[in-house]
């Protein structure tokens, strides 16, 4: 019973890690409303799972769950502005990705898995390729129509493949250009990503390039040299695209001079925000009830605080949205989540550089660098609550976990052996 829920869950878990970024041009060319299908796909995986009546990770499960018990806390304490819809719609946005590492972990192949990882690069490469394509091309295959109606990334004219937006086309790429850098094999792809990023024209997730490589300095992954190396190839290339210096120094200009705002910037949402998070520092005002596209925007936290989102759907800053709702102690207990995976693979990094484990070491070298992108990608995004985004941190952080258990049972069992 239990293999043949395993085999059907890990074709399901692999279609969900392909497929979360491209949701949305697959619904438009087909016409079927698939949008939602990554979290249909968690829910019935943790089904799966539940059906196997194998052990879940009590551990990893401990902060998400203080997470939980926060927010009821904070619905106790708001129950005034309490909406069954708008809590259920963005809890499930905090939380639901977490379940992908109880289900990685307990349907773990070794075998399956690296496949799994291999077809995520190859995906990515065939993405990468439509991007450049409808750069050199200056088209779009995949049409998106902003807020107003106009076709999106047009002017200036900015890559997104068919992901749909540049900046999500952008960090997509973060995963792959650090799996094939730290994967010997593959070096050479993580310049090609790199080129895709550049093209996406994402300051942000340009940065987080940047963050990458000092990390990779911190952890000795790469020398002082190399570093020094990449960064000035960095900044001769970015120097050399007119395209990027020019919304470089437009977004310079924004920040200095804020009479000249955009009331929809997200400097303006760190501004509005401010106030709100003042007043609600502790547990925040609930939620589903700030900052979120769940969010109803009639709401009596909008209406106190005279919030303008300006005919966005969200504020598209995590960090603001999720201290707005949660106040500092839902902030602490959901980057814990992340942050006690990243210093246990760190920790991972560590040993394997000792005992010269070369795939180990990849795979916690990813979950490290990967997640500290994440965790900063929340100052200037939504990310952190984005399927495509923590799908894969999840999978490859129990992947790791799982591998690094595997490894230090046959370590034992060998040592038992010479004993």
Request: contains cysteine; glycine residues 6%.
């Amino acid at each position: 019973m239990n293999s043949n829920i395993f085999s059907v869950s890990r074709n399901l878990l692999l279609l969900t890690l392909i497929t979360g970024s491209i949701l949305s041009f697959i619904t438009n060319v087909t016409g079927i409303n698939v949008k939602y299908f990554d979290d249909i796909a968690i829910v019935i995986l943790f089904f799966f799972v539940l059906l196997s009546k194998n052990r879940l990770s009590i551990e990893f499960l401990r902060w998400p769950l203080i997470f939980l018990l926060i927010s009821l806390f904070s619905l106790i304490l708001n129950f005034e502005n309490f909406s069954l819809k708008d809590y259920s719609i963005q809890l499930k946005n905090y939380l639901l990705p977490c379940l992908i590492y109880l289900v990685t972990a307990v349907i773990y192949s070794e075998k399956a898995y690296k496949k799994y990882l291999n077809y995520y690069i190859y995906f990515s490469f065939i993405l990468l390729f439509i991007g450049i394509s409808e750069y050199i091309l200056d088209r779009h295959f995949y049409v998106v129509y902003g807020v107003f109606g106009n076709p999106s990334s047009i002017n200036p004219f900015r890559s997104y493949s068919l992901v749909g937006s540049p900046v999500d086309f952008a960090f997509f790429l973060i995963f792959p250009i650090i799996y094939s850098f730290l994967y010997y094999q593959k070096k050479y792809l993580s310049l090609l990503f790199g080129i895709g990023i550049l093209l996406s024209q994402s300051l942000g997730v340009i940065t987080l390039i940047l963050i990458n490589l000092i990390a990779l300095v911190y952890t000795k992954i790469i020398s002082i040299k190399k570093f020094l190396f990449f960064l000035i190839i960095g900044l001769i290339l970015i120097v050399n695209y007119s395209g990027l210096t020019n919304r470089f120094i437009s977004k310079q200009n924004t920040i200095l001079d804020y009479n000249q705002l955009d009331q929809s910037s997200r400097y303006d949402f760190y501004l509005q925000s401010g106030k709100i998070i003042k007043d609600n520092f502790f547990l925040g005002v609930g939620v589903g009830n700030f900052g979120g596209w769940a969010s109803n925007k009639d709401n009596l936290v909008y209406q106190k605080y005279g919030f303008s989102f300006n005919n966005l759907n969200s504020i598209d800053l995590f960090y603001p949205h999720l201290m707005g709702e949660t106040g500092i102690f839902g902030l602490i207990s959901f980057l814990m989540i992340y942050l006690s995976i990243i210093f246990k693979n760190l920790n991972y990094i560590k040993t394997y550089k000792k005992t010269k484990n070369q795939y180990g070491f990849i795979l916690a070298g990813t979950v490290f660098l990967y997640g500290i992108s994440l965790l900063f990608s929340g100052f200037w995004s939504m990310l952190l609550e984005t399927n495509f985004a923590t799908i894969p941190f999840f999978f490859v952080a129990a992947f790791s976990m799982c591998y690094n258990s595997s490894v230090t049972k046959k370590e034992n069992e060998n040592l038992q052996k010479k004993i």
